[in-house]
């Protein structure tokens, strides 16, 4: 049995939950706050993040990219021609990159600012950083996706997918990101048609059904958010 320790808005949890799901795995979620370091959370991952998983009795494995990485090589074979992770090594090295570009530099430079100031600093008592929005964190997220919507926008006008020409990994990593950003309505998809249709396309996956139905206490989404015709 897999255990997932997760936070239902951090991009890389998402991500998680949603390779688990294509992958058809079951699997037994724990909800943690990772700005609260539980100590079940500090004796699995000295790091204090999340996600973590485990499975049956063995070692923590900690981070989006070790998960995606065991996943891949413990159940990714036995899906045939749905496996998430091509194989040709320049589309797998392909792959990585935007997973790593969205779950990294998108979330470093966008997502993170616009989940830790409008949803998590809601929930953090003010003695751990909670309070008030930072205004310019958000403007700086606010500039910032346009030039990544572009990037991404531009590989799609190209290709079926993300990467290329199949489903893989990427195409979850950069829709967990957006699919935060897009609850709080800080996606302008005015003007974006190719990636707007892109994400349309992985939005009416299966997968994706348990986190549109997702919401944070008092904080409903934007109206689109769980719209799969928006």
Not at 12 to 24: A, D, H, N, T, V
Not at 76 to 91: F, N, Q, S, T
Not at 132 to 145: F, G, M, Q, T, Y
Not at 177 to 189: F, H, I, K, N, T
Request: with cysteine; proline share 7%.
């Amino acid at each position: 049995m897999l255990t997932l320790y997760h936070h239902p808005f951090s991009p890389s949890s998402r991500f998680i939950r949603l390779i688990l799901s294509e992958y058809g795995a079951a699997f037994e979620e724990h909800h943690v706050n990772p700005w609260e370091r539980p100590q079940a959370l500090l004796l699995l991952n000295a790091a204090g993040t999340v996600p973590v998983m485990v499975e049956n009795e063995g070692p923590a494995i900690c981070g989006a990219g070790p998960i995606m990485e065991y996943l891949d090589e413990t159940r990714g074979y036995a899906v045939a021609d749905r496996r998430l992770m091509p194989d040709h090594p320049e589309a797998r090295a392909e792959t990585r990159r935007l997973v790593d570009w969205s779950l990294g530099k998108f979330d470093q430079e966008v997502v993170g600012h616009l989940v830790r100031e409008r949803i998590y600093k809601q929930i953090m008592p003010k003695s751990t950083g909670g309070g008030e929005p930072d205004s310019a964190a958000l403007r700086v997220a606010r500039a910032n996706i346009q030039h990544h919507l572009k990037y991404f926008g531009y590989l799609v006008a190209s290709r079926r997918w993300i990467a290329g020409d199949r489903l893989t990994f990427a195409d979850f990593a950069l829709a967990a990101g957006l699919s935060c950003a897009d609850y709080l309505g800080e996606v302008p998809w005015n003007g974006e048609e190719d990636i707007k249709s892109w994400y349309a396309r992985v939005k009416s996956r299966p997968s994706m059904r348990p986190l549109l139905g997702e919401k944070v206490l008092g904080m409903p989404p934007a109206p689109t958010y769980a719209d799969l015709d928006f």
